[in-house]
């Protein structure tokens, strides 16, 4: 139906009455200044910049992870990261194209600045993250305790207010432990974060329940088995 229209459309926009090439030229490039106004309007960059987290094509796919970061010399530059088509994704192989859907949905998120953990770090070198705790001192006997991310090597004292980001998702437990995604614990009040692959995976629903209820299942099994092992032991099965 729609196709119908379309060449209909067409049709008349080529009938030998009207000027062809000058009417379908006006069309095209009315159709571009659209879409130029549309995305200047919006605020949205069709090429995002890199962030500190995220300085290139291959950390980038490989946080988003399912296996996308083998692919990642294929792309010749950030650019193109973000503007091949889903066409031209397939021509490079990124197979199946649920697959390509996922990168495009995370290039979309990326555009609009909804990153994963790690997104908003400030300092990041060689593909880490310094996390330092912050103390606040509230009154004499209360501490205020927030983490902080700082330039690599960096201690808290070394450093102003300003120079210190925090990041969200993470906090301080039981006066020393930084807690939070992927935070590794390298000293007291101290942690690092490291770009994993799959770190910002989208991980589906249903499989997670899936797997609490596998694992649910395998506890309940165990303890049937120690049970009648028990029974066995005192002799009584
Ligand atoms: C990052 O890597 C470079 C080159 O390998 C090295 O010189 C530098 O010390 C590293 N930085 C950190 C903070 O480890």
């Given at each position: ?6 060449s ?10 009207a000027?062809p ?6 069309l ?8 130029a106004h549309k995305?200047a ?5 069709l090429?995002?910049?890199p962030?500190p ?9 490989t946080?988003?992870?399912?296996g996308?970061k083998q692919h990642?010399?294929?792309f010749p530059t950030?650019?193109?990261l973000?503007?091949?088509s889903?066409?031209?994704?397939r ?7 649920r ?15 909804k990153?994963?953990?790690g ?11 310094d996390?330092?705790?912050l103390e ?6 209360v501490?205020?305790?927030r ?10 004292d ?8 925090r990041p969200?998702?993470y906090h ?7 807690v ?11 942690a ?16 997670v329940d899936g797997g609490?209820r596998?694992?649910?299942e ?6 049937v088995a ?6 066995e032991?005192?002799?009584y099965y």
């Amino acid at each position: 139906m729609k196709s119908l229209r379309i060449s209909a459309a067409l049709g008349l926009l080529f009938r030998p009455s009207a000027t062809p090439s000058v009417t379908a030229l006006g069309l095209r490039a009315q159709t571009q200044t659209r879409w130029a106004h549309k995305s200047a309007s919006s605020g949205v960059p069709l090429v995002p910049s890199p962030i500190p987290f995220v300085p290139d094509v291959e950390t980038f796919l490989t946080l988003i992870g399912r296996g996308l970061k083998q692919h990642a010399s294929k792309f010749p530059t950030w650019e193109s990261l973000f503007t091949l088509s889903s066409d031209q994704l397939r021509e490079l192989g990124i197979e199946p194209a649920r697959t390509r859907r996922y990168l495009l949905r995370w290039r979309e998120n990326f555009r609009y600045g909804k990153f994963g953990p790690g997104g908003d770090f400030k300092y990041v070198e060689n593909g880490t993250a310094d996390l330092r705790v912050l103390e606040v001192e509230k009154s004499p006997l209360v501490k205020d305790r927030r983490v902080v991310n700082v330039p690599p090597g960096k201690k808290v004292d070394e450093l102003s207010p300003g120079e210190m980001v925090r990041p969200k998702g993470y906090h301080v437990e039981r006066v020393k432990a930084i807690v939070g995604p992927y935070a590794l614990p390298k000293g007291i009040q101290f942690a690092q974060v490291k770009v994993t692959e799959g770190m910002w995976e989208d991980k589906r629903g249903h499989k997670v329940d899936g797997g609490e209820r596998r694992r649910e299942e395998v506890r309940f099994k165990k303890r049937v088995a120690e049970r009648k092992a028990l029974r066995e032991a005192q002799g009584y099965y």
